[in-house]
Structures are given as C-alpha cells and as structure tokens.
C-alpha cells in the first residue's frame, strides 16, 4: 500500500474517532511553509491539532515514535500560523497524536492510541 492511502486511511479512522468523541470538526491536511496539520478539531473550548500516523508493523517502531521533536517544533509554528490565520477561533490550544496499527492483509484497525498534549 502506498504511503498517501495509508495515511488517508489513517486520518479517516482518526477523523471518526474524535467525532464519535464528540469533537467539531474543523479543517483537514492544513498547509504552510512550516509543514501541515493532519487534523484540526475543538474540544469545548480548545482547538486541537492532531498527528496522525498510522503503521502496518512495529519493524520501525511505534506510530507515536515518529514524531520527534524536530516533527513537534514544526507543528508548533505550523498551529501558531492558524491561529494567526483564524483568529476568532478559541485561544487554547492543544497539539494531539493519534497513533494507529493496521492489520496489513484486512486493513482493518488493531489499536488507536490518543495522545494528548504532547507538547507538555
């Protein structure tokens, strides 16, 4: 499976995940000159940016363990940019991972792990 549908299928279960959480959907694969967002929601009165990464096997790893600090420092000027963007939304703000394991043959979900605040 190529790299851009496994991480469409990833963002999609996440996507479905916090919705059923009872998060409002915002944006979705936010651009800058820093980098991009995979997912944008508000929980109550926090936005909230969420990494996505999903992987088929442990060989490298954990999902979660790909986002490094270089990966954090870029999320961070990316969401400062929204938020100078979109300033009507609300002023918390949170940056998420959502770590995902796939069964290769079915591609059907084996674990969803969220992250919260990773910046802390």
């Not at 995979?38 to 109550?44: A, E, H, M, V």
């Not at 996505?52 to 979660?64: A, H, L």
Request: without cysteine; glycine residues 4%.
């Amino acid at each position: 499976m190529k790299r851009k549908r496994l991480g469409n299928l990833g963002e999609n279960l996440a996507l479905k995940y916090l919705k059923n959480k009872g998060y409002k959907f915002i944006e979705r694969n936010f651009r800058s000159k820093f980098g991009e967002i995979d997912l944008i929601f508000q929980d109550k009165e926090t936005l909230v940016f969420v990494e996505v990464k999903t992987r088929f096997s442990q060989s490298y790893g954990d999902p979660e363990e790909a986002v490094t600090p270089a990966k954090i420092r870029f999320l961070i000027k990316t969401v400062q940019y929204f938020k100078l963007k979109n300033p009507k939304l609300p002023d918390s703000l949170r940056i998420d991972v959502i770590a995902i394991d796939l069964d290769r043959k079915k591609e059907k979900l084996l674990h969803l792990r969220h992250i919260k605040n990773i910046t802390l």
